[in-house]
């Protein structure tokens, strides 16, 4: 269905709403970003943040697009990423969550999200979310019809502080099904003396995650979703170091 060219922010979405990198690789893994940036466009001025907060971790995964591409390089694996903010609409949300276009992010009201047109919200969902899933599809069709082997890996990234209180956590593994891809990857991290958990910060929801379930669990591939504390990818040796822990474990 051709997206409605009769809301407000028709026109609004110019640039392409994903990219793919080393789309032909022959690695199995699928690193995906849905997190990986902050941008909003100008016309619809932060959603009416502060400049401050429209840059802050409720608006992408502060670190996690320079780690994945560093993974992807390492490895020779094809990336996909995510060009607009997830404040928009979060790609990793099904379209029925709650949050899907979160009015309230965390300790930040989103005004620009409140009361939005349902005209609008569909606008965004055709705009921004689905080509984002269609090319995510396309890529996993691709290897299955040639026979050959798909995991995914989502790379993410959270605050060290969270509603005030200081995370000890260094890196977690979130998945539902895919256990022993899953536990392989804390195994091999906790090898290297991080403070890494299953299921922490977060855990995978049917209905609050998108692609671990949708992507993975739903179709049979094994499917992770990486969180690692955006404190620690802050320098291009700790972006190193992270680097070398996991391309190993993918
Ligand atoms: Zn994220």
Redesign the pocket.
Known sequence: MPASTETAEHGLYKKPVYRVSREDSEHPVILVC??ASSYIPDQLNALGLSPEAAKEHIA??IG?LKLAERLSKTLGATLISAAYS?LLIDL?RPLEAPDSIPPRSEIYDVPGNRELPESVRRYRQQTLFTPFHQRLDELIDARLAAGREVRIV?V???TPVYHGQPRRLEAGVLYARAATYAHGMLDGLAAHGLNVAANQPYEIDVLGDMTVPFHGDRRGIDAV?L?VRNDLLRTPEALESWTDYLAPLL
């Open positions: 849905e997190h992408w995964d996690a997830r990793n989502a993410h990234s959270f979703l969180e």
